[in-house]
């Protein structure tokens, strides 16, 4: 309980956010984006455009474009997450129900969780935002959503008389439904090489020969394009070995020279493709044909 304040009974929003403006805390894959109507904010920064953004480390940014330069000291914004896609729960605002929320304003933010008809305050949290460009930024990590996969959000300007008295507000968007937002995690694309083996029999001295392996994607996805390098050697000298993709496969193909006869050809294979790669570099047991034991 030490990281937030309690404020029992359902208060209403105006009275919190002077609660919140006397407490400035400095800025510590499913993009989505709407337009608002301009025009309709009075003396509230006019809100033109909204922006929702996430990535693998689950940190959430909203971006709020207004009509605004500089913001008023006496100007700022709440974002509301409904993370339960429930409008009958949490905090009650333009027919929107927020188990969260978040004051911003130009120089950080503050958030605030709803259970039934008592507001907590985190004091702190990873939630932070600035104003620059006529754009307010928050940014807050879904651990504080309550690890929340999707929600719906209303984001509103106020601007305040200086003495806690709002005096006008733009919300955006206008009214329900309101847009939902799923946060989509990017996982690290991982390639899985199999073992490598003669694509048409043995290493032959003086022969072309072929190593193939299976490539599979952790995507699912069909491995059919990316880089296999190969190294190849005999004995101590180095052969000239090259690398090809075949839908589902890697290959090394190269010539043996007809002075390997009676020693070991050792390779390796890596593959990469966009965003993975993969390394082959396998000891089986050598087998002679030809004079030559082919190690791979």
């Not at 390779?267 to 044909?289: F, I, K, L, Q, Y």
Request: proline share 6%; with cysteine; glycine share 10%.
């Amino acid at each position: 309980m030490s990281n937030r304040s309690r404020l029992i009974g359902p208060r209403g929003v105006s009275a919190l956010a002077v609660a919140f403006l006397l407490i400035a805390v400095p800025g510590a894959l499913a993009d989505q984006s709407f337009t608002d109507p301009t025009g309709d904010a009075g003396s509230a920064p006019d809100i033109g455009a909204v922006s929702a953004t996430n990535d693998p480390a689950g940190n959430i940014t909203l971006t709020i474009a207004t009509n605004e330069p500089q913001l008023d000291p006496n100007a700022a914004f709440f974002a509301y997450f409904d993370t339960d896609s429930n409008g009958a729960t949490g905090l009650q605002e333009a027919g929107i129900g927020a188990e969260y929320f978040l004051l911003a304003d130009a120089t950080g933010a503050i958030l605030a969780e709803v259970q039934g008809n008592v507001i907590f305050v985190h004091l702190t949290s990873t939630a932070t935002a600035g104003y620059s460009a006529g754009t307010e930024t928050i940014r807050v990590n879904r651990s504080d959503l309550g690890d929340a996969s999707s929600f719906r959000f209303l984001v509103e300007s106020d601007q305040d008389d200086g003495n806690g008295n709002t005096l006008a507000t733009d919300k955006a968007s206008d009214g329900p439904p309101y847009p939902e937002y799923s946060l989509t995690q990017a996982v690290a694309l991982t390639l899985s090489v199999a073992r490598p083996a003669p694509l048409k029999g043995k290493p032959v001295a003086g022969k072309p020969f072929v190593v193939a392996a299976t490539v599979t994607r952790s995507d699912g996805a069909a491995f059919t394009s990316g880089v296999v390098s190969c190294k190849a050697r005999v004995g101590t000298k180095s052969l000239r070995a090259a690398g090809l993709v075949r839908p589902g496969s890697a290959r090394c193909s190269m010539r043996v020279p007809k002075s390997a006869k009676g020693k070991l050809l050792r390779g390796t294979m890596s593959v990469s493709t966009s965003g993975a790669a993969a390394a082959n570099e396998r000891t089986p047991s050598a087998s002679r044909n030809g004079g030559v034991a082919g190690v791979w």
